[in-house]
């Protein structure tokens, strides 16, 4: 952002976009004016809240983690039957541009960006929660306000009390609410995203 030439900034982050959001907001208080969350849960409270229903709903949290190059073969073996089981049981995949699902297909083909995909949650299963731990231990905590936006049909409202969960890494206010969709919220529900986004970044300050 700063080689954009922005110092200070809002960001709105979906799933694992809002994991790096939360480093980035702990890391660089001095930049982060306002975060928004979408359908996520911190990575800690999740991994260490894990229940059947989570470890069922989000089966490949346990399998991107396995030692390479297993679930990197695996998925390249059936790229479309890995992305149907993994996007496709929340919604369909309908809901879903037609020419970015092509293009999500094609680099599920790709051994490198599978590879990077599955690294992604390595890391989130260990040097992530490390520095979490670190971070807790040391009181180093978000310090702009957030906005959790979840869906009322997916797995953040069936196992996690998402405002709790942010109010406990967070020294600022933390607001939210359910909306009407499932995991894919800019897809499902993108008019009221979209109001949200303009409400609350629009507002210095919370009421």
Known sequence: MAQMGHDKFYICAHDRGARVAHKLCVNHPDMVM?????????TMAMYSKTDFTFAKAY??????????????????????A?????MGRHAGMKLFNQDCLKSY???????AAVHAMCEDYRAAASIDL????????????IQCPIIVLWGKHGIIEKCFDAIEEWKKVS??????????????????????LLGHIKDFFKEKTLA
């Open 34 to 42: 306002k975060a928004m969350f979408l359908d996520v849960a911190p």
């Open 59 to 80: 089966y490949h949290w346990f399998f991107l983690i396995q030692p390479s190059p297993f679930p990197e073969n695996l998925i390249i073996g059936s790229p479309e």
């Open 82 to 86: 890995f992305l149907e089981a993994s």
């Open 105 to 111: 297909i094609e680099m599920m083909k790709e051994p």
């Open 130 to 141: 490390e520095e979490h731990k670190e971070d807790d231990e040391k009181g180093r905590k």
């Open 171 to 192: 020294d600022s206010t933390v607001v939210g609410e359910s909306l009407d969709s499932g995991h894919y919220i800019p897809e499902e529900a993108p008019e009221a």
